[in-house]
């Protein structure tokens, strides 16, 4: 399974583990989690915003309700054996 660091605004290091990943409308979209052991693990869904010309993605959390629950049936459908809860 994949990790990426992210980097918070105190310059510190925060890992996740990337479950799933989907392009939707030419926008790459990531599910991730802190945990991968625990059955109740908070999962986040992510944008990447970033352009062309930038060497690394930069990813924002997806904040909108309407968008999370669209993306949120796009992840549930992809993976079949985990039960989300929005």
Not at 12 to 36: C, H, K, M
Not at 65 to 86: H, P, Q, R, S, T
């Amino acid at each position: 399974m994949d990790k990426i660091v992210f980097t918070d605004e105190d310059n510190e290091g925060i890992e996740y583990y990337v479950i799933e990943q989907a392009r939707i409308s030419g926008i790459n979209y990531i599910l991730v989690t802190e945990d991968l052991e625990s059955q109740e693990a908070e999962a986040y869904i992510l944008k990447d915003i970033s352009s062309e010309e930038e060497a690394e993605a930069i990813y924002e959390f997806v904040e909108e309700d309407a968008e999370i629950e669209a993306l949120g049936k796009v992840f549930e459908e992809l993976l079949e054996d985990v039960d989300l809860e929005l």
